[in-house]
């Protein structure tokens, strides 16, 4: 009898922790729409988050990185900026949006790589969007892949769903 109340729990407790999940889901996709708006080139004005970014820059990276750096190996990064030359991007200029993000965020991604076929790296660079989505009944995860016109295949979309047992 309490194994069973504790089973009830369980599934309240799930329940409600999926709700949850699809109203931050709901909250996340503005940014994620005007994320793929500025990718495409669709939105080129985006001054406004430029002083933030460039204020939490170097924190971020050194929480992704988890390397917290000394004085000397800050003093060192210091002196060789004195000689650093920056790359020249000025061929981007004439390029709407970020076109390579996708196939960026893929190939820095190991757990996508690990699934991805050497034939199939080629057509990465052709990928414009990304976007997951999931259903609770039934329980489905789609990802829906979207491509530039290209050389390996016709369709603009290919899309992926896997479908989960009850249990």
Do not use: C
């Not at 309490?2 to 503005?30: G, Q, T, Y």
């Not at 200029?93 to 196939?103: Q, S």
């Not at 603009?156 to 249990?167: A, P």
Request: aromatic share 8%; no cysteine; charged share 40%.
């Amino acid at each position: 009898m309490l194994s069973d109340e504790r089973s009830k729990i369980n599934d309240e407790f799930e329940k409600e922790v999926k709700a949850l999940e699809a109203r931050f889901m709901d909250k996340k996709k503005p940014l994620l729409l005007k994320r793929n708006d500025i990718v495409l080139g669709k939105i080129t004005d985006f001054v406004e988050y430029v002083p933030k970014y460039e204020k939490t820059q170097k924190e971020n990276e050194e929480i992704v990185t988890g390397v917290v750096k000394s004085e000397k190996d800050k003093a060192e990064d210091e002196e060789e900026l004195k000689t650093h030359v920056p790359t020249d991007v000025t061929h981007l200029k004439t390029v709407a949006g970020i076109p390579d993000f996708w196939e960026k965020a893929i190939r820095n991604n190991q757990m996508m790589m690990q699934t991805i076929r050497e034939k199939d790296a080629d057509t990465l660079q052709y990928i414009t969007n990304v976007e997951a989505s999931e259903t609770q009944e039934p329980r489905t995860v789609t990802v829906k892949i979207s491509f530039k016109e290209n050389e390996y295949f016709t369709n603009q979309h290919l899309e992926l769903m896997v479908r989960f047992k009850d249990d």
